[in-house]
């Protein structure tokens, strides 16, 4: 199975901030790779898929990079609304499998 | 617009048999490919198995032997089957829509989840 390492497992940012969140293939993924925001009691929302492609309604603040084993979300001009847990997904190979998950606050 | 919502028992005791339902509208399970996703309270994602939209399935090998995935296309429902279930199966359960494109294998939209507790 193909593991996702993620980073960091939380994180805390003041309003207005940019902030990065990293994952890591153990192998090659080719860009099959989708990051998801989960708030508190509510199911995951697809936020970036193929790295880099913003789902419809994702605000631009939100923006994914990186290609081979490194991928990374980035969220510029981070708001309140972005409490959350975030995570990634590799979907180049079966069984897809998730990152551990970055717990993100504001300070 | 699209929508998915699971039903099914909220407590289930160990060894017995998980059933869950996702009833889907706004978009055809022959059109779609459905996943099963389930998380552990308080911890992470864990890919259960899919449902490809010609009809054959692939299941996670760590669970593949207890699991069974279906589906009703007359009614737009896909069934998840989990047999000899432990309390390390407790956790929400997720049926979720995969996307488009030449690797729709991510998952645009979720439905809410259901709950299920494995004690006696």
């Known amino acids: 199975d193909i593991q996702m390492t993620q980073s960091p497992a939380s994180l805390s940012a003041s309003l207005g901030e940019t902030v990065t969140i990293e994952c890591r293939a153990s192998?090659?993924?080719?860009?099959?790779l989708a990051w998801y925001q989960q708030k508190p009691g509510k199911s995951p929302q697809l936020l970036i898929y193929?790295?880099?492609s913003l789902h419809t309604g994702v605000p631009s603040r939100f923006s994914g990079s990186g290609s081979g084993t490194q991928y990374s979300l980035k969220i510029n001009s981070l708001q309140s609304e972005d409490v959350a847990s975030y995570f990634c997904?590799?979907?180049?190979?079966?069984?897809?499998?998730f990152g551990s998950g970055t717990k993100l606050e504001i300070k | 617009q699209v929508r998915l919502k699971e039903s099914g028992p909220r407590l289930v005791q160990p060894s017995q048999t998980l059933s869950v339902t996702c009833t889907v509208s706004?978009?055809?399970?022959?059109?779609?490919?459905v996943s099963w996703v389930r998380q552990p309270p308080g911890k992470g994602l864990e890919w259960v198995g899919a449902?490809?939209?010609?009809?054959?399935?692939d299941y996670n090998s760590a669970l593949k032997s207890r699991l069974s995935i279906s589906r009703d296309t007359s009614k737009n429902q896909v069934f998840l089957k989990m047999n000899s279930l432990q309390t390390d199966d407790t956790g929400t359960y997720y049926c979720?829509?995969?996307?488009?494109?030449?690797?729709?294998?991510?998952?645009?939209?979720w439905g809410q989840g259901v709950m299920v507790t494995v004690s006696s």
């Open positions: 706004g978009f055809s399970v022959t059109s779609y490919h």
């Open positions: 193929n790295a880099n």
């Open positions: 192998e090659d993924i080719y860009n099959g």
């Open positions: 979720a829509k995969h996307g488009e494109g030449y690797n729709p294998d991510y998952f645009d939209y």
């Open positions: 997904q590799q979907y180049y190979d079966y069984p897809f499998t």
């Open positions: 449902i490809w939209k010609g009809g054959s399935t």
